[in-house]
């Protein structure tokens, strides 16, 4: 597997990283933040499963292609 999409990906770490955060720090409640969380890996998760069954997304991770 490779990273397709190395900006989708940038951005979904950052937002994991700063609702992790704003958790940890008590900003905001767990049950604020774990849902939102959990959305976020959902997000990246399925698109990596439409990209597999061959749905036409641009994958955050991906299969490796051949450059031949």
Same mark, same amino acid.
Do not use: F, H, W
């Given at each position: 597997? $490779? *990273?397709?999409? =190395?900006?989708?990906?940038?951005?979904? *770490?950052?937002?994991?990283?700063?609702? $992790?955060?704003?958790? #940890?720090?008590?900003?905001?409640?767990?049950?604020?933040?774990? =849902? /939102? /969380? $959990?959305m976020i890996v959902g997000y990246a998760v399925g698109?990596?499963? #439409? #990209?597999?069954?061959?749905? =036409?997304?641009? =994958?955050?991770?991906? #299969?490796?292609?051949?450059?031949?």
């Amino acid at each position: 597997m $490779t *990273l397709q999409n =190395p900006s989708k990906a940038l951005i979904a *770490l950052v937002a994991l990283i700063c609702m $992790t955060v704003l958790i #940890a720090v008590g900003s905001i409640d767990s049950d604020q933040g774990l =849902p /939102i /969380i $959990t959305m976020i890996v959902g997000y990246a998760v399925g698109n990596g499963i #439409a #990209a597999k069954k061959g749905e =036409p997304v641009e =994958p955050i991770i991906g #299969a490796k292609r051949d450059s031949n």
